[in-house]
Each structure stands twice: as structure tokens, then as C-alpha cells.
């Protein structure tokens, strides 16, 4: 499994937009990657997830350069309830190379976002 | 929106009490995990789950552990002796297809043991 490496902390206010990158040089041609958000006592929830270019929904975009070693998650306006830990996670696509569908998690990125 | 849903929300438990950790996922899923999360660790793999029978498993689950689903909609996680090293957040996850789609997990258990 590709190796994940993203920033351990970012501070923003409320309103700006908050980019996050990851980068992950290993990464295979069958991984998707993959976003997850953590508020504190919850499990982990899905945001986003792309192959390349750029992927949109109604919570973030992910952007996805044509080498696909790094991976940058947009969150338009941030509000205080987007204070979380962001998870980027490479995911296979099937069992090639003798991959396995659980997701390892990293330390991820404890976004604060202040008033 | 669907969702996993998981109990109790918090466990204490003495050392080398048997527990059991239940969870309901979403209805339609096929594939169930267990993870779980030391305070202030990583969230870390314990188990995955299909066809009534364990596809794989991490080296934290050893046989102090055991997954059953026991009829159409419960998933649990069964810690035979507890250690205090056990104590975390276990959560459980589903999802409908083995690749290809995301993971929803259950707000988790609180496990203290004491």
C-alpha cells in the first residue's frame, strides 16, 4: 500500500478556504484516493474520493495532478464545525498485487479552525 | 441516510472480563470491519468480515478476539479476557461492495477497562 504523507496540523478562520495536501509518491495504478474527516469520539466519515483531475460534491473538491503523486483536499469556507482530523488514504481498486480492502489510516491532519 | 449504529456507547469493564461490542450495520452492506483507536493513536484495522467468516485480520487480533454475525443484522466484536491495553474506541464499519467503496462507520464504543 502507497505510503500517505500530509501536514499533522493546520489553522484556519472561519470563511477562508482551507487546502490540504498530501502526497504519496508509491502510488499505484489501481489506488483511488481516498479523504475521510474525524470529528473527536466519532468514527471516521467519508468525504471524497478521485482517481484524477478534479472531483467535487456538496462538502469538498479534491484535486488530482496528472502524476497523481499528491492529492490536495479543498474545503470552501470553513466554518468552526469543520475542526476535524482529515485522513487522505490511497485505496485499491481490487485485489492486484495482492491487495486487501481495509484502509490503513496515517496520523492524518487536525484542521482548527478559529472564530 | 442510513448508518451504522453501534452499543453501548461506552463500556467499562474489569481486567479479565469477557465483553461484547454490537453493532448493526447498514442493511444492504456485506462487508464488515472492526477498527479501533487507542486515545490520541491512529485508527488501526482489526478484522474484516464476509460471508460469515473472517477475510482477514491484523496481528492485534489475536485469540482474545472473535467476531460472530449471529443473524441477519448484528455484527459483534467479542474480547474474551479484557487487558488494559484494550482500552479504546472500537468501531465498526460496512460497506456494499469489497472495492470501489467507501466505509461507513458507527460512532464506536468506548471500551475502558479498569
Known amino acids: 500500500l502507497a505510503k500517505t504523507t500530509q501536514p499533522i496540523s493546520m489553522d484556519s478562520y472561519e470563511g477562508q478556504e482551507v487546502n490540504i495536501t498530501c502526497s504519496h509518491n508509491?502510488?499505484?495504478?489501481?489506488?483511488?484516493i481516498t479523504w475521510y474527516q474525524q470529528f473527536p469520539s466519532q468514527g471516521p466519515r467519508f468525504i471524497i474520493q478521485?482517481?484524477?483531475t478534479k472531483v467535487t460534491n456538496e462538502v469538498a473538491s479534491l484535486f488530482i495532478p496528472a502524476d497523481r503523486k499528491s492529492s490536495t483536499l479543498s474545503l470552501p469556507r470553513v466554518s468552526l464545525s469543520d475542526t476535524a482530523v482529515y485522513y487522505c488514504?490511497?485505496?485499491?481498486?481490487?485485489?492486484?498485487?495482492?491487495?486487501?480492502?481495509?484502509?490503513?489510516f496515517g496520523t492524518g491532519t487536525l484542521l482548527a479552525v478559529q472564530p | 441516510e442510513p448508518e451504522v449504529t453501534q452499543t453501548p456507547s461506552h463500556q467499562v469493564t474489569q481486567m479479565g472480563q469477557e465483553v461484547i461490542l454490537r453493532c448493526v450495520p447498514i442493511?444492504?452492506?456485506?462487508?464488515f470491519y472492526w477498527y479501533r483507536q487507542i486515545l490520541g493513536q491512529k485508527v488501526e484495522f482489526l478484522v474484516s468480515?464476509?460471508?460469515?467468516?473472517?477475510?482477514?485480520k491484523s496481528e492485534i487480533f489475536d485469540d482474545q478476539f472473535s467476531v460472530e454475525r449471529p443473524d441477519g443484522s448484528n455484527f459483534t466484536l467479542k474480547i474474551r479476557s479484557t487487558k488494559l491495553e484494550d482500552s479504546a474506541m472500537y468501531f465498526c464499519?460496512?460497506?456494499?461492495?469489497?472495492?470501489?467503496?467507501?466505509?461507513?462507520f458507527g460512532n464506536g464504543t468506548r471500551l475502558t477497562v479498569t
Open positions: 488514504l490511497v485505496v485499491p481498486q481490487g485485489p492486484w498485487g495482492g491487495a486487501t480492502n481495509k484502509l490503513i
Open positions: 508509491n502510488i499505484a495504478t489501481n489506488d483511488y
Open positions: 464499519a460496512s460497506t456494499g461492495e469489497i472495492w470501489g467503496s467507501p466505509l461507513h
Open positions: 478521485g482517481y484524477k
Open positions: 442493511s444492504n452492506h456485506l462487508y
Open positions: 468480515f464476509y460471508n460469515n467468516e473472517i477475510s482477514e
